[in-house]
């Protein structure tokens, strides 16, 4: 009887020091967030997409998305284990709402092989993807960077396990991407309950600062999401 009482009371000191352990951690404060966020440095930079297989040998997706007013822009690849290939489609959609509706204008499929984007139609990619490549090809991210970036505000929802950082940035590399001039608002944000069950997860967004409705994100998955996977 003392013995069970022993490993009762052991039991409950240690549920007790691991709950006290989890009210010390401080979720909602900027270096917590930008220890989570600083994974990026995985991705960012990265510029051979194979390469993400060694990142990600179970396979990835990436999801491009530019925005211009009821535009849409979307670039979705799938590495794929088993074949080792990186194919996916590139698509125009105009945006309706009241009801929301996507309708697409302009699709092609492209194909990643041998440091090239390889396209079904190379006068419709010519036309909607300007780009030609991702911004994580060119540009580097790290626990060092962000810290370094002016602040603009950060946010961690219980209720949902999600975190999200925002920073201006005048970064050359992200203005001669986007081919533009001046401050950008960049913002990463993830969910922790996702990167702990299912792996690696991060959005990565670049909004014009005098115009925040405007501008790109970029996601990469550790695995093929059905919400992103150009099977679907």
Same mark, same amino acid.
């Not at 603009?152 to 929802?157: D, H, L, M, N, T």
């Not at 992200?174 to 959005?203: A, D, M, W």
């Not at 990565?204 to 998955?221: L, Q, R, T």
């Given at each position: 009887?003392?013995?069970?009482?022993?490993?009762?009371?052991?039991?409950?000191?240690?549920?007790?020091?691991?709950?006290?352990?989890?009210?010390?951690?401080?979720?909602?404060?900027?270096?917590?967030?930008?220890?989570?966020?600083?994974?990026?440095?995985?991705?960012?930079?990265?510029?051979?997409?194979?390469? !993400?297989?060694?990142?990600?040998?179970?396979?990835?997706?990436?999801?491009?998305?530019?925005?211009?007013? *009821?535009?849409?822009?979307?670039?979705?690849?799938?590495?794929?284990?088993?074949?080792?290939?990186?194919?996916?489609?590139?698509?125009?959609?105009?945006?309706?709402?009241?009801?929301?509706?996507?309708?697409?204008?302009?699709?092609?499929?492209?194909?990643?092989?041998?440091?090239?984007?390889?396209?079904?139609?190379?006068?419709?990619?010519?036309?909607?993807?300007?780009?030609?490549?991702?911004?994580?090809?060119?540009? *580097? !991210?790290?626990?060092?960077?962000?810290?370094?970036?002016?602040?603009?505000?950060?946010?961690?929802?219980?209720?949902?396990?999600?975190?999200?950082?925002?920073?201006?940035?005048?970064?050359?590399?992200?203005?001669?991407?986007?081919?533009?001039?001046?401050?950008?608002?960049?913002?990463?944000?993830? *969910?922790?309950?996702?990167?702990?069950?299912?792996?690696?997860?991060?959005?990565?967004?670049?909004?014009?600062?005098?115009?925040?409705?405007?501008?790109?994100?970029?996601?990469?998955?550790?695995?093929?999401?059905?919400?992103? *996977?150009?099977?679907?």
């Amino acid at each position: 009887m003392k013995k069970r009482m022993f490993l009762i009371m052991v039991l409950l000191g240690g549920l007790i020091m691991m709950s006290l352990a989890g009210c010390g951690e401080n979720k909602n404060s900027r270096e917590w967030i930008e220890n989570k966020v600083s994974e990026v440095s995985r991705v960012y930079p990265t510029e051979n997409l194979f390469d !993400l297989f060694k990142q990600f040998p179970k396979g990835f997706n990436i999801t491009q998305t530019f925005y211009k007013d *009821s535009l849409r822009t979307v670039v979705s690849l799938d590495g794929d284990e088993e074949s080792q290939t990186i194919k996916g489609k590139i698509e125009t959609m105009q945006i309706s709402t009241d009801p929301y509706k996507e309708e697409v204008k302009e699709h092609v499929d492209v194909e990643y092989k041998d440091g090239e984007f390889i396209f079904s139609s190379n006068e419709v990619a010519e036309k909607i993807w300007d780009y030609k490549g991702f911004l994580f090809q060119k540009l *580097s !991210l790290n626990r060092d960077v962000l810290s370094q970036m002016k602040l603009e505000k950060f946010q961690y929802y219980s209720n949902r396990n999600v975190f999200e950082i925002y920073y201006f940035s005048d970064d050359s590399t992200i203005n001669n991407f986007l081919n533009s001039k001046g401050e950008h608002i960049l913002s990463i944000s993830g *969910s922790e309950s996702y990167n702990n069950t299912k792996g690696y997860r991060l959005n990565v967004n670049i909004a014009f600062k005098d115009n925040p409705n405007d501008g790109m994100s970029e996601i990469v998955s550790s695995w093929i999401d059905d919400r992103n *996977s150009v099977s679907n």
